[in-house]
């Protein structure tokens, strides 16, 4: 079994920052990729950023130069540091890692089970 936990969402004003934070655990043989994606209310998941091995990262437009992704492979965690919020920030965010759970299987999708981001004065 795999699990991804969440920690950081919260209530934080336009221009506030918030750190989010995700740790994978359980049945691990390696991990490719690891993300965040969001969704707001009535909208489609969509892709946040990702970090891949070898610490090359992609961007949503809207979020450049505002958040940034880190992971510390060793401990199996990936962060997020959100500034500059906006409202439209606004959303569900899950994490995600595309994972080997044994040396002979294939990478699958996991999912953390999302964690709220509200941005308003």
């Known amino acids: 079994q795999v699990q991804l936990v969440e920690s950081g969402g919260g209530l934080v004003q336009p221009g506030g920052s918030l750190r989010l934070s995700c740790a994978a655990s359980?049945?691990?043989?390696?991990?490719?990729?690891m993300g965040w994606y969001r969704q707001a209310p009535g909208k489609q998941r969509k892709l946040v950023a990702i970090?891949?091995?070898?610490?090359?990262?992609t961007y949503a437009d809207s979020v450049k130069g505002r958040f940034t992704i880190s992971r510390d492979s060793a401990k199996n965690t990936v962060s997020l540091q959100m500034n500059s919020l906006k409202p439209e920030d606004t959303a569900v965010y899950y994490c995600?890692?595309?994972?080997?759970?044994?040396?002979?299987?294939?990478?699958?999708?996991?999912w953390g089970q999302g964690t709220q981001v509200t941005v308003s004065s």
């Open positions: 995600n890692a595309a994972l080997k759970p044994t040396m002979s299987s294939h990478y699958y999708n996991y």
């Open positions: 359980g049945s691990i043989f390696s991990i490719a990729t």
């Open positions: 970090i891949a091995n070898g610490d090359s990262t």
